[in-house]
T-cell receptor, first 115, second 109 residues
Framework: DVKVTQSSRYLVKRTGEKVFLECVQDMDHENMFWYRQDPGLGLRLIYFSYDVKMKEKGDIPEGYSVSREKKERFSLILESASTNQTSMYLC??????????????FGPGTRLTVL | GQNIDQPTEMTATEGAIVQINCTYQTSGFNGLFWYQQHAGEAPTFLSYNVLDGLEEKGRFSSFLSRSKGYSYLLLKELQMKDSASYLCAVLDSNYQLIWGAGTKLIIKP
């Protein structure tokens, strides 16, 4: 079974704090993704990575950065948290970019509240 | 722009059949996914269609018409545990997933 784990299920931070969200997958997947999910908006892609040390902006990268130093780990960083970043953050991974079904496997999510 | 449309909410009765529709307009098409998401949990994969037609998997079936930009998820013999949100997502020409906002399905006894 593919396992995607996230460092925290719930997190409360203050405005201006630097926030780190960690994601680890154990199936040697090449691709990793960070989404945020807000009611009525669906999943919105923040950043993704197709390889170690590689990153690409998704639809809403502003206010976020990422790090992928190892294949299994993809970190999302909020440089200076703001209240509009209160959301559910979901990490996902998939096997390869093309030629496969590209099913994404999701972690349990981190519900971040910024006060 | 890219767009995925699905109803916001649907209600059905235990034991019945429900069809959740999804229409899409995307730059390219490399397949359509359906995911199930229970409240407070992560989405889990249900089905993948890349060719036209019906794919059946137990109580769940998914249909695709590429010419119409249309898919549906059919759930038979509904059970209370099927109460969840159902997410439609299309893999575009860049192999990125474009997500719909999801359909919340409420099952009543």
């Amino acid at each position: 079974d593919v396992k995607v784990t996230q460092s925290s299920r719930y997190l409360v931070k203050r405005t201006g704090e630097k926030v780190f969200l960690e994601c680890v997958q154990d199936m040697d997947h090449e691709n990793m993704f960070w989404y945020r999910q807000d009611p009525g908006l669906g999943l919105r892609l923040i950043y993704f990575s197709y390889d170690v040390k590689m990153k690409e902006k998704g639809d809403i990268p502003e206010g976020y950065s990422v790090s992928r130093e190892k294949k299994e780990r993809f970190s999302l960083i909020l440089e200076s948290a703001s209240t509009n970043q209160t959301s559910m953050y979901l990490c996902a991974s998939s096997l390869s970019r093309a030629g496969d079904i590209n099913e994404q496997f999701f972690g349990p999510g981190t519900r971040l509240t910024v006060l | 722009g890219q767009n995925i449309d699905q109803p916001t909410e649907m209600t059905a009765t235990e034991g019945a059949i429900v069809q959740i529709n999804c229409t899409y307009q995307t730059s390219g098409f490399n397949g359509l996914f359906w995911y199930q998401q229970h409240a407070g949990e992560a989405p889990t994969f249900l089905s993948y269609n890349v060719l036209d037609g019906l794919e059946e998997k137990g109580r769940f079936s998914s249909f695709l018409s590429r010419s119409k930009g249309y898919s549906y998820l059919l759930l038979k013999e509904l059970q209370m545990k099927d109460s969840a949100s159902y997410l439609c997502a299309v893999l575009d020409s860049n192999y990125q997933l474009i997500w719909g906002a999801g359909t919340k399905l409420i099952i009543k006894p």
